[in-house]
């Protein structure tokens, strides 16, 4: 055979085998599965070798039409790193929940909250059961913990720090008669150090004490046959103490005191003039006015509340001050402090704005030396019992 015919042949040959291979190669390629619109798998801890939940969320394409999905697949990385990721074993402690999904996502079909289980975990595969999938569905999401939320976790972390050490991530929906793949996404992970920020603040103690004025004149003359009050200040206390706060209050003269007159209504009651009968630390008391040939004479300060601010502590007198009857209230001292009122509770008894009335009141008898210039300063202070 001369040398054309062989070459005609090989050529012939080569030609046949070429159009007998191209469509069973074409014939063996397959396509990847269509992707979720959107789809990510979110952990609740990024910790290294934490035990975590996961929340599953996907957008269906129109590639899930003639496919009526029955399950959901979740793979789980592989951490390259000294630890792999770990996965609880029985499948029925793979619980899906729809606890906090995101805002107008809803709960994957065909799933029962805490009641669907997975059905299989083989290796980093977790396989769920699940309903058929929709486009005008939109976002479906579901969450994955344990038996209970708080319970034990059934994926632990690994201990790579870097995300390209974590490989293999895959969510995707199928009928399992195919099994059929419908939409499929890679997702990524990452394991961290540690993934949560220390908040430190402080807040500093604080009292206020704050007057509404600092002077409080009586409304008319002192008169023998009536009691005669001021128009009364205020006192208003806040405090981030604790255990509450306590008001004290002393005065310059133990009395109403005048210069001109070198004399001095002492704080308290005297029945009849000059017995005194009411004291410093005596509980509080009501005055008397003058009368029936009897002389008497007083000087009180009375504390009522006038807010017992919301919340916090509980505002209290101190049965020194006060009064019964709108006509009284305690003795003043000019050589220490005497406590007024306090605020106590359950800790942290704490105040917004308590505010505490003062009011001075007063009876003279008939022989009081006349005076324009009876005084006297009252220094209220306090403090928070931090």
């Known amino acids: 055979m001369n040398k054309p015919k062989i070459k005609l042949i090989v050529a012939a040959v080569a030609a046949l085998v070429a159009e007998l291979a191209v469509p069973i190669l074409v014939g063996t390629a397959s396509a990847a599965p269509p992707v979720f619109a959107q789809a990510f798998v979110r952990p609740d801890r990024f910790k290294a070798l934490t035990g975590t939940a996961l929340t599953v ?8 039409t003639g496919v009526t999905e029955n399950q959901v697949v979740i793979v789980i990385p592989t951490d390259s790193g000294a630890t792999d990721f770990a996965l609880n074993s029985t499948a029925a402690n793979w619980t899906a929940w729809n606890d906090n999904l ?57 201990s790579a720090v870097s995300s390209t050490g974590i490989t293999g991530g895959t969510l995707y929906a199928q009928d399992s008669a195919g099994p059929t793949i419908s939409n499929q996404t890679n997702w990524a992970y990452t394991v961290t150090t540690d993934d949560t920020i220390v908040v430190s603040a402080v807040v500093p103690p604080n009292f206020t004490l704050a007057l509404d004025g600092y002077a409080d004149a009586f409304a008319t003359n002192l008169d023998p046959t009536a009691i005669v009050s001021t128009a009364g200040r205020t006192a208003t206390i806040s405090t981030n103490a604790p255990g509450g706060w306590i008001a ?26 000059p017995t005194q009968t009411k004291v410093v630390g005596n509980p509080f008391f009501d005055l ?15 504390v009522t509340i006038n807010t017992d601010a919301a919340a916090g502590c509980t505002v209290g007198l101190d049965a020194a001050y006060g009064s019964l009857t709108g006509f009284g209230g305690g003795v003043l001292d000019n050589t220490a402090y005497q406590p007024i009122a306090n605020c106590t509770g359950a800790t942290p ?21 006349a005076g324009t210039d009876y005084t006297d300063s009252i220094t209220v202070v306090g403090a928070g019992n931090f």
């Open 57 to 64: 969320c996907a957008t269906p394409t129109a590639a899930t």
């Open 102 to 158: 995101p805002a107008g996502s809803t709960f994957w079909p065909g799933m029962t909250s805490g009641t669907t289980h997975a059905t299989s975990v083989s290796g980093h595969t977790v396989t769920f059961a699940s309903g058929d999938l929709t486009v005008a569905g939109g976002q479906v999401c579901f969450k994955v913990a344990g038996l209970t939320l708080a319970g034990a976790a059934v994926l632990t972390n690994g």
């Open 248 to 273: 004290w209050a002393k005065d310059l003269y133990a009395g109403l005191h005048s210069v001109t007159s070198s004399y001095t209504i002492a704080s308290g009651l005297m029945n009849p003039y």
């Open 288 to 302: 008397i006015p003058s009368g029936g040939g009897v002389g008497r004479e007083g000087y009180v300060m009375d």
């Open 349 to 369: 008894a704490t105040s917004d704005g308590d505010i505490l009335n003062l009011v001075e009141r007063a009876v003279i008898r008939g022989g009081t030396p």
